[in-house]
């Protein structure tokens, strides 16, 4: 039986060491560990596709940031009215918001993932703008915005705002006298009269704007969204159980009704509930997915076929599902076929239901380009220069389309050293386009512009200025943002099945050096750039469609749960 103080919490100068608040101690120090092991477990399974697209670090700090606040709450009923009234009005006027803030971002993600993904099958360019931006403030300012992706304007909206929440709750704090002896508004009170007030608006109206605006346009945009996760499920759950707490806390304040309760349950501990519901629920949804993906790797392990010189191998009938059932189709030979014939199917799959859609995008590419580059070498015996050029321009294009996340929309997973490898090959041209000015003569020739030398520090020099910096500025007034070798990125139509495959046409056309290539007149095509530059890229990625897109695409057309003719491409109209 859990003796309680028969005054509880009413504010006196005594801390409330009686069962209640051993039980409020005991909970929280039992209730952080478990938190902090499933953090543990999320962070250690991190690199998991299906993890890592959830932005690990930003869920790692919305949950930290609540349970510091919660941890406090928890620890309100045994401080009593030695908990500073001061202390409480900054907990909740910053990092509550700031924690919800976070969390409500973190939320987004299943939003921001869908949107991009859905851009990925008819976007033109698949990497940012690349070259030096304008010289003018403004200009620069814009240019700097349009390459922010979705999840860098949404944190930008979510700080702009805590700079005001801040601005409003420091004028609010030094103006009134509730919280020390100077200010110009209300008077000094005690412990229990200062939590109430106007000064408290502004703290429970960050809770409102986050939970009952954006809260609800969220669950409204994500109605539609059918992910393979249980993702849009997980955030419908967090932002429903953030609702309640907001006016139970005002209730629990405000209205004399409420006294008895709040004698042992704090008005601020009605924000517990849903903290700890969107804490599980985010932290549950991952985990279950590393559980899964344990499940599959014993399975795969147990079932490989030793005897055969492939990739093949047994899978389960259904993601989530334990059946050690065989499917026939889980293997490389058909996935190859499928990349080959009828890819559009498993990328609108991969892109609308498991958010993966640029690997099915890079392998399709990648399998047009070495086509391209292999039917050359056999008709010519060797790659002549200018179409090698050629390759190598539209290989630069793939590296930053697919690889390089300093500029790709959409970067592919691979090994360090895959990257580091590629890097050595295309990071000297990348740092050429880097160099250039933004300004652009024509659209139809991209790299058009003056022609400049390269003196042995890397430097980018005006020609005739014998290793002089020139003084001729750009103007800043076009940004460079187009395609490097090729035309565009757009959707070809499959002459089978009429469905349209958005890959990057290859075609090769000659591109001569003087034409105002700034490859071709400041880098030179590396002696290891050949049609195999992309090879263990491609099975990297490859093996890890195999076991993620492939398998769980052929598990939901098991199951039943999506036609095939539900994911070809709609002709163009």
């Given amino acids: 039986m859990v003796k309680a103080s028969p005054t509880g919490h009413d504010f006196g100068p005594t801390v409330n060491l009686d069962g209640v608040g051993i039980a409020y101690i005991v909970f929280i120090v039992i209730y952080s560990l478990v938190l902090f092991t499933m953090l543990v477990a999320v962070y250690r399974n991190r690199l998991l596709p299906a993890i890592r697209m959830r932005d690990v670090p930003l869920m790692i700090m919305g949950v930290l940031l609540l349970h510091v606040y919660l941890v406090i709450i928890c620890n309100v009923y045994v401080w009593n009215g030695t908990f500073p009234c001061g202390l409480e009005y900054w907990v909740m006027s910053l990092w509550f918001p700031l924690g919800i803030g976070c969390f409500q971002l973190q939320n987004a993600q299943l939003l921001i993932r869908s949107i991009e993904q859905n851009d990925l099958l008819y976007s033109s360019v698949l990497y940012k703008k690349i070259g030096q931006g304008p010289n003018r403030f403004l200009e620069r300012a814009k240019y700097s915005w349009t390459n922010l992706n979705r999840q860098q304007r949404y944190t930008f909206y979510v700080s702009a705002g805590m700079v005001v929440q801040v601005i409003v709750s420091l004028g609010i704090y030094l103006a009134s006298r509730k919280f020390h002896s100077f200010g110009s508004v209300s008077e000094y009170v005690g412990p229990a009269a200062c939590r109430r007030g106007f000064e408290w608006v502004p703290t429970i109206a960050w809770q409102f704007i986050w939970t009952y605006f954006f809260g609800p346009y969220l669950l409204w945009k994500i109605r539609t969204i059918r992910d393979i996760y249980g993702w849009r499920r997980q955030t419908t759950i967090a932002v429903i159980a953030g609702l309640p707490g907001s006016p139970l806390w005002l209730a629990a304040v405000y209205s004399d009704g409420f006294f008895s309760v709040s004698k042992y349950w704090p008005a601020p501990m009605w924000f517990a509930p849903g903290i700890i519901t969107m804490q599980i629920v985010t932290l549950a949804g991952p985990l279950n997915l590393v559980w899964k993906h344990m499940q599959y790797e014993r399975l795969k392990s147990s079932s490989w076929d030793k005897s055969s010189g492939t990739d093949k191998f047994s899978t389960v009938r259904s993601a989530s599902s334990t059946s050690t059932a065989i499917s026939s189709r889980n293997n490389m030979q058909a996935l190859e076929q499928a990349l080959d014939t009828n890819p559009s199917p498993l990328q609108r799959f991969a892109a609308t239901r498991e958010f993966a859609g640029e690997n099915i995008h890079f392998l399709v590419t990648v399998r047009k380009w070495k086509a391209n580059y292999n039917r050359t070498m056999h008709r010519h015996g060797e790659i002549p220069p200018s179409l090698r050029r050629q390759y190598f321009n539209e290989g630069v294009e793939i590296y930053v389309s697919y690889i390089d996340p300093r500029f790709s929309e959409f970067t592919v997973n691979l090994e360090s050293h895959i990257y580091k490898s590629l890097a050595r090959i295309f990071g000297v041209a990348v740092q050429v386009l880097q160099r250039r000015p933004s300004s652009i003569k024509s659209s139809a020739t991209p790299w058009e512009n003056e022609a400049a030398e390269i003196n042995a520090s890397g430097e980018v020099l005006s020609p005739g200025?014998?290793?002089?910096?020139?003084?001729?500025?750009?103007?800043?007034?076009?940004?460079?943002?187009?395609?490097?070798?090729?035309?565009?990125?757009?959707?070809?139509?499959?002459?089978?099945?009429?469905?349209?495959?958005?890959?990057?046409?290859?075609?090769?056309?000659?591109?001569?050096?003087?034409?105002?290539?700034?490859?071709?007149?400041?880098?030179?095509?590396?002696?290891?750039?050949?049609?195999?530059?992309?090879?263990?890229?491609?099975?990297s990625v490859r093996y890890m469609v195999l076991n993620n897109s492939w398998r769980n695409y052929n598990n939901a057309l098991e199951k039943g749960s999506i036609r095939t003719d539900e994911f070809e491409v709609p002709s163009s109209p």
């Avoid at 070809?492 to 000659?510: D, M, R, W």
């Fill in 465 to 539: 200025n014998d290793g002089h910096e020139s003084g001729n500025e750009s103007t800043g007034n076009e940004l460079l943002g187009k395609p490097i070798a090729l035309s565009s990125i757009h959707r070809l139509n499959s002459s089978k099945t009429g469905s349209q495959e958005h890959i990057i046409p290859v075609s090769v056309t000659t591109t001569e050096a003087g034409n105002g290539d700034p490859l071709a007149l400041h880098c030179d095509v590396p002696e290891s750039f050949d049609g195999k530059v992309f090879d263990a890229a491609e099975s």
